[in-house]
């Protein structure tokens, strides 16, 4: 058995590597970007990439690298089931109401004067999102018609630009206040009001489609439970002050009493479906207390879960004491048949 991984610092393959080292399992670092990527893999049974969202380069490569060697039967994470809709909410949209899991309602339009006409006679408010975007980014609170109006004349129109530099600044600010973030991230901030990022930059406009999500008022927090293989794990996010939204927020409570075991129960319900070897659920609830999915990734910061107490396994029983999820990927994939 011998893994490749692509390596990038502050993501999963930090840990990939300590515990290959650590297990004493053979291993080699590559590039993906190499032309002779595929060569470079001859000699491996497992190939490893934790890609980015905001790394343009991965957005242009990851899925293709991915998908193109479990034609070649080699095993690879994430998979074609756990990774083809990341980052993309539109296709999670299909992905769930295809297999009937408990999504909030949501609406996409590819033409116009559709769109125009729901948003005529839909009820308000609304939650606007594009496709892409973690941590609430490019996500926006649709008061009235007038205001769905507008978006969806931008969406048809110039489109939306990758990265929102005045919302990005806005965030930095608030986070400076609550106390989250130092001066330096107002700096960072404000750099970036004049200098575009390059995943921005490289990247066309979002555009020719509009996505919404019907508003579940009365949610003080969101839920984000993650399941490997048979182990799920989670945290509360508290929602931002005078805000609607929660990821991303940096109020995390990891106390597990706070989580109902009706969360842990539906996220492995689902993946038992969906068959991901990595997907974190981001739960909220309906008016009735039930819970529903808003979107769903297989990818997700590393040290943000470094405080979860312990875990769930299928049959709900608690597991408690530390744990190294991007351990628990490795190992799946090495027993995997």
């Given at each position: 058995m011998k893994i490749a991984i692509h390596h990038r610092e502050g993501s999963f393959s930090d840990r990939w590597i300590s515990y290959c080292e650590n297990n004493n399992i053979d291993y080699k670092l590559v590039n993906a970007f190499d032309t002779n990527i595929i060569d470079q893999l001859k000699d491996c049974n497992v190939f490893m990439w934790h890609h980015h969202q905001a790394h343009f380069e991965d957005v242009l490569v990851a899925k293709k690298v991915l998908a193109a060697l479990e034609h070649a039967n080699i095993k690879v994470f994430p998979d074609f089931k756990t990774g083809w809709?990341?980052?993309?909410?539109?296709?999670?949209?299909?992905?769930?109401?295809?297999?009937?899991?408990?999504?909030?309602?949501?609406y996409v339009f590819y033409?116009?004067?559709?769109?125009?006409?729901?948003?005529?006679?839909?009820?308000?408010?609304?939650?606007?999102?594009l496709k892409g975007g973690a941590s609430s980014a490019n996500v926006k609170l649709v008061r009235t018609k007038t205001d769905a109006y507008k978006l969806i004349k931008k969406a048809f129109g110039k489109g939306f630009p990758q990265f929102d530099a005045i919302a990005n600044f806005q965030e930095r600010l608030s986070r400076f206040k609550s106390g989250k973030?130092?001066?330096?991230?107002?700096?960072?901030?404000f750099y970036r009001l004049l200098v575009t990022p390059a995943f921005s930059k490289l990247q066309p406009p979002e555009k020719g489609?509009?996505?919404?999500?019907?508003?579940?008022?009365?949610?003080?927090?969101d839920i984000r439970l993650i399941v490997i293989g048979n182990r799920a794990f989670g945290i509360k996010r508290l929602v931002r002050e005078n805000d609607f939204r929660a990821?991303?927020?940096?109020?995390i409570?990891?106390?597990?009493?706070?989580?109902?075991?009706?969360?842990?129960?539906?996220?492995f319900k689902i993946n038992n479906v969906l068959k991901s070897s990595s997907v974190a659920f981001d739960f909220i609830v309906d008016d009735r207390d039930e819970p529903l999915v808003v979107e769903i990734s297989y990818g997700y910061?590393?040290?943000?879960?470094?405080?979860?107490?312990?875990?769930?396994?299928?049959?709900l029983v608690w597991h408690e004491g530390g744990f190294n999820p991007q351990s628990w990927m490795l190992e799946d994939i090495i027993n995997r048949n």
């Open positions: 809709h990341f980052d993309d909410k539109v296709a999670q949209k299909y992905l769930l109401e295809a297999i009937n899991a408990p999504l909030v309602p949501s033409d116009k004067e559709q769109a125009l006409a729901w948003a005529n006679s839909t009820d308000y408010p609304k939650v606007f999102k973030d130092n001066f330096l991230g107002i700096l960072k901030g489609y509009i996505y919404f999500q019907d508003f579940m008022p009365n949610n003080t927090c990821s991303g927020s940096g109020n409570i990891y106390d597990s009493s706070e989580i109902d075991i009706k969360f842990v129960q539906l996220a910061a590393v040290e943000a879960y470094d405080n979860c107490p312990g875990y769930w396994s299928p049959d």
